[in-house]
């Protein structure tokens, strides 16, 4: 028999491509919508923070067009929207805390009607302080959730007995997710007193909760379908929730279908981004270079309301000492109250501004003792049987290896060469370089979250249906999950469709997030192939066999028993099956095993796994204009086993460029009012195809150790991102090579102001 060979490798590539390219896939203003439909916009405030002392809107409704406009007293049930903490109203009710923040939401026709409405409305302030600095607002104490400290050890004694220490500050900007799609809902009214919303959301359960609260619903009542989304990076696993209830709020009441779409400008104006931090550091190493104790303070700008800002902080504490052993640590983390857009998740969550922090104590110290950054860094590498300053103790470590094998396929002694002859011989050009490691946990750090289930109809033709939780957004898991159910079935990735992720599908998700996706719905995935093929063998079996004990098994389509081929093949096997009236359909669940944590002495083993990797960056400057250019970024990357080189390849290229683009260009200003001023492309700028590496080339480790991921495929979303880390320090060593007091504080983005001003400062 002539079939197909089904194996994951048939896959090598993203499914969506041929949708994307020929603009068939489907975003939220793709979807066909229903006759009599109302356009919501948002009537946001201008100031960051004060009292609404006047508030009239009489002229606006006149405008033709407007149906109705909306504000918080309309609101059907609460008006709240907090996830982890409830501190945020969906609409601003008598006081504003970020310029932004909603207050009004005006139906209408057309979009052009709203806008003209929103000209018209007259509103006045009684200010209130303005606060957007996190050390600020610490010292008035306004804090979003409690501090947490993680301890390992005693630092400060230890610190006492180092022969080196030294002490700074580093800080990192905010970062705009600048998904392609912007935020947006469309949504209309079911019987039975249900409503439907489609969302760009990597939450659709947080959709539907924060609907249900705003709507004074049961859960059942909310459907929430999310096709696809134009990119995510964070920016919707929790700020998806006020557009779709937005929407769904305008639909319930008026009893028609409505659409709240931001335009990139109120997208960017009205929404959180990267936490940005100011931290203190001390770190203390002994006459061999090892470190011996670190000391951090983080300050977490969380802007107005708490959002994902407390889950972020946690994790910037999980992440404070890297890739290195650390035997002595104490790490403290405030999430700080500020007038500024609830800042929010972004790839890596509070990751990377917790390893910036730990890199710049390791330059720092490398630069006063007089050697090399590298030594200090690769001396102090984690190995299997250390400790996490969490508890946690460190297993199946690439750290070394990543890192080794970087160096064996760079040669980091011949780079070195490279760059100091090259910057002897050139007086206005000067190359820098830098190692930057990565160790990245897997897992929510909430243990709860770490749940998923998926659906699978086998249909009596053969084809297969598939819901899982995942949110498709770009990232390729739709092809994973195809790529699963193929496997596991041992059929041709051609039968298999891939459905929405739907609420009523598939109850009670996880956002898609914390590159934890592929494997939790993966393996919920799994769960439900195997209930079906469970039951397709017993079949097979007494059909085909009175043993009880033979193995069936289905590989390429074709039945075997006791690997002999048998007279089924997957197609006839299904339809003979139904015959007999065998459930073809299974819901599948999966709780990761072991993980735990205690926050009341914060200790656990919160991580499935970790994700290693290093990265070499090289970088030229210009050292008249300050301009540079990033000449190579090479990675060896612990991708476990691949399944779909192709996408985890560009999950690694992209996470690197998006990591560069915040160390180095990508700088989101506020002025003191709190008001947005890079608040279009034409002021925020990020990477595009002239200012990328001119070479990206990320290798994968050969690391074929069992573990916990998804067909040994180890998680990809967001470790990538932190290799960027490397160019602001390749950059800073690169100036220091043309002016050595160059004044360049460990303060991230480097722009290429910033780097004209080192050079000459
Ligand atoms: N979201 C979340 C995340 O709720 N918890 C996490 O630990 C996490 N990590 C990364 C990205 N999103
Ligand atoms: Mo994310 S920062 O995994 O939504």
Sequence with gaps: MNVKKPDTTRISGNVDAPGHVTGRSVYVDDIPVIEGMVHVKVFDSAVAHGKISFLDYSAAEQVPGIIRIFSAKDIPGENQIGGIIPDEPLLAD???????????????????????????????????????????????????????????????????????????????????????????????????????????????????????????????????????????????????????????MVSWILKRPAKCIPHRMEDMRMTGKRNPYSSDYTIGLDEEFRIIAFEATFYQNGGAAADLSPAILERTLF???????????????????????????????????????????????????????????????????????????????????????????????????ETVSFNAGNRFLKKGFSMMPVCFGISFTNTMMNQARALVHVYSDGTVGVSTGAVEMGQGVNTKMIQVAAESFGIDPAKIKLESTNTTRVANTSPSAASSTADLNGKALLDACNQILDRLYAFVKTELTDNEDETVEIKNEVVYINEEATVFNWTNLVRQ???????????????????????????????????????????????????????????????????????????????????????????????????????????????????????IEVQFLKNEKPSMAILKSKAVGEPPLMYGIGAFFALRNAVLAFNENAPIPYSAPLTPEKVLMGLYG
């Design 577 to 695: 099956a139904f015959l007999k009236r065998i459930n073809l359909s299974a819901k599948g669940h999966y709780a990761t095993p072991i993980i735990h944590f205690d926050k009341s002495i914060e200790k656990g083993h919160p991580f499935a796994y970790h994700v290693y990797g290093t990265a070499l960056t090289r970088v030229t400057v210009d050292c008249l204009r300050g301009t540079y250019t990033i000449d190579s970024v090479q990675v060896m990357h612990d991708a476990g086993i691949s399944m779909n080189g192709p996408v985890d390849l560009g999950q690694c290229e992209g996470g690197i460029v998006q990591g560069i683009g915040w160390m180095t260009m990508e700088e989101v200003i506020y002025n003191e009012e709190g008001k947005l001023l890079s608040n279009a492309l034409s002021t925020y700028k990020i990477p595009d195809i002239y200012s990328v590496p001119a070479k």
């Design 319 to 417: 992440h404070a000492t890297n890739s290195y052993h650390i035997p002595n640590v104490k790490v403290t983390a405030h999430s700080c109250k500020t007038n500024l857009p609830p800042n929010t998740a972004f790839r890596g969550f509070g990751g990377p501004q917790g390893m910036f922090v730990i890199e710049a104590a390791i330059d720092q110290a490398a630069k006063h003792i007089g050697v090399d950054t590298t030594v200090i860094q690769r001396k102090n590498l984690m190995d299997d049987g250390t400790e996490f300053p969490y508890g946690q103790i460190v297993k199946d470590s690439e750290a070394i290896n990543s890192w080794d094998e970087l160096d064996a396929h760079c040669d980091l002694e011949k780079v070195r060469a």
């Design 94 to 248: 008598g006081e504003v805390h970020y310029c932004g923040q909603p207050v009004l939401l005006i139906a209408a026709d057309t979009a052009d009607a709203a806008e003209m409405a929103i000209r018209k409305i007259e509103i006045s302030f009684t200010p209130l302080p303005v606060i957007t600095d996190p050390r600020e607002a610490f010292k008035l104490g306004q804090l979003l959730s409690p501090s947490r400290v993680f301890t390992l050890g005693d630092a400060r004694s230890n610190l006492a007995h180092c022969k080196y220490v030294y002490s700074g500050k580093a800080e990192t900007g905010a970062q705009e997710q600048l998904y392609l799609e912007t935020q947006g809902a469309y949504a209309y009214p079911t019987e039975s007193d249900g409503i439907k919303v489609y969302s760009s959301t990597q939450g659709p359960t947080q959709v539907q909760r924060t609907i249900a609260r705003v709507l004074g619903l049961g859960m059942n009542r909310v459907e929430v379908d999310v096709p696809r989304l134009g990119g995510g990076f964070g920016g919707k696993e929790d700020q998806a929730s006020s557009w779709a209830a937005m929407a769904a």
